[in-house]
């Protein structure tokens, strides 16, 4: 099944059913990332995946030309109305990130990603990682966060749902408000090996479980 039938019904149903989720503070080590993007003189930032737009909030009001892109309509106009609220503004698109990022070669000074790519099957993300060197400049950062596997045990019983593989390290979740997403099951070596083309300057587990990948591409400045 393709990523933009799969994701989009269950994400729009998560937005419409529960509003402005994931609307509390920026993710742990955001602000450090936006203090490295500042000292380095970055201009422009993509969100993948803004969801309902803390990020996008957060990084236009440190001053960045902000872009953002989620596959939910729903959580795009969310993050269109917060940033107005606001009287802040960032270019939105509704679009699928499994295909060809709709913006020019090395536009972007950094990318970041929250809770974003493991929503894919590995073909898929590795593909959008060709697309972030793609669109990202000689140099750039990023800063991605993805779900680091639980062993069901440890999962909290009103939290632990069937799952049903959809392909290899790959899940969709059967119940609760995840249900009907696709899961990639990353462990720190499959991680570095995904974002090979980039440095590694900090990669940590956070409270929410989740891989933080603080990187630098490799990427050579044209002669
Ligand atoms: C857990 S939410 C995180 C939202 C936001 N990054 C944050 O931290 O608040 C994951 C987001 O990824 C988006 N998403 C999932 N698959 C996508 C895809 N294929 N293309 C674009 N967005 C996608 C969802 O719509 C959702 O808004």
């Known amino acids: 099944m393709r990523a933009e ?18 609307r509390e503070r920026p993710q742990e080590g955001m602000p450090q990332a936006v203090r490295l993007f500042e000292k380095n003189g970055v201009k422009r930032v993509l969100d993948l995946g803004c969801g309902t737009g803390r990020h996008l909030v957060y ?16 959580g795009v106009k969310l993050s269109q109305e917060w940033l107005r609220a606001e009287g802040l503004r960032a270019e939105l698109k509704v679009g699928d990130i499994y295909k060809k990022l709709p913006y ?12 974003t790519l493991h929503h894919g099957k590995i073909g898929w993300i590795r593909g959008l990682v060709a697309e972030m060197v793609r669109v990202l400049e000689p140099g750039g950062f990023i800063f991605i966060t993805v779900k680091r596997h639980v062993p069901l045990k440890y999962v909290p019983k009103d ?30 070596d499959l991680l570095r090996r995904t ?10 587990t956070d409270r929410m479980n989740h891989f933080c990948l603080l990187g630098r591409l490799r990427k050579e400045s044209p002669p």
Do not use: C, M
């Open 104 to 115: 020019a070669d090395d536009f972007f000074g950094a990318i970041i990603s929250v809770r």
């Open 59 to 74: 990084l236009a009001k440190h001053h960045f030309d902000v872009y953002g892109i989620d596959i939910a309509e729903h």
């Open 5 to 22: 039938r799969i994701n989009k019904k269950a994400w729009d149903r998560v937005y419409r059913e529960d509003g402005n989720v994931f």
């Open 159 to 188: 939290r632990r749902f069937d799952i049903r593989y959809i392909a290899p390290r790959t899940y969709v979740i059967l119940g609760g408000r995840e249900r009907g997403l696709p899961h990639y099951r990353f462990n720190e």
């Open 195 to 204: 974002f090979k083309d980039f440095q590694v300057l900090k990669l940590w």
